[in-house]
């Protein structure tokens, strides 16, 4: 069993920056990919970004390309989401998940593991 929990969401203005981390604990990550959804309210939950278990490949949904950047430190069992140039339409609870899949990881089905949540909110 793996126990996700992620930190560092919170209050930033538009334009701003935030780094949001998830930690795992109950397994070691370096044999999982990661991912990191969101869900804003009133919509579905939808993907963000997701890397495999060596950080040698990462994907991305368009809305966010060139702007979030996803990266793990295995020797730490964490995962990172840097969030630069927010707009207020990122504003959701973020989530991160583990795959024991190295495909499909925009899709949620595919993830065994989910963390609780944290919210993120972008100010205009």
């Known amino acids: 069993q793996v126990q996700l929990v992620e930190s560092g969401g919170g209050l930033v203005q538009a334009g701003g920056s935030l780094r949001v981390s998830c930690v795992a604990s109950?397994?070691?990550?370096?044999?999982?990919?990661m991912g990191w959804f969101r869900q804003a309210p009133g919509k579905e939950r939808e993907f963000v970004a997701a890397?495999?278990?060596?950080?040698?490949?990462?994907y991305y949904a368009d809305s966010v390309k060139g702007r979030f950047t996803i990266s793990r430190d295995n020797a730490k069992n964490t995962v990172y989401l840097q969030m630069n140039s927010l707009k207020p339409e990122d504003t959701a609870v973020y989530y991160c998940?583990?795959?024991?899949?190295?495909?499909?990881?925009?899709?949620?089905?595919?993830?065994?593991?989910w963390g609780q949540g944290i919210q993120v909110t972008v100010s205009s």
């Open positions: 998940a583990a795959s024991r899949f190295l495909y499909g990881l925009a899709v949620a089905a595919r993830y065994d593991y």
């Open positions: 890397i495999t278990p060596s950080g040698g490949s990462t």
């Open positions: 109950g397994r070691t990550l370096s044999s999982l990919s």
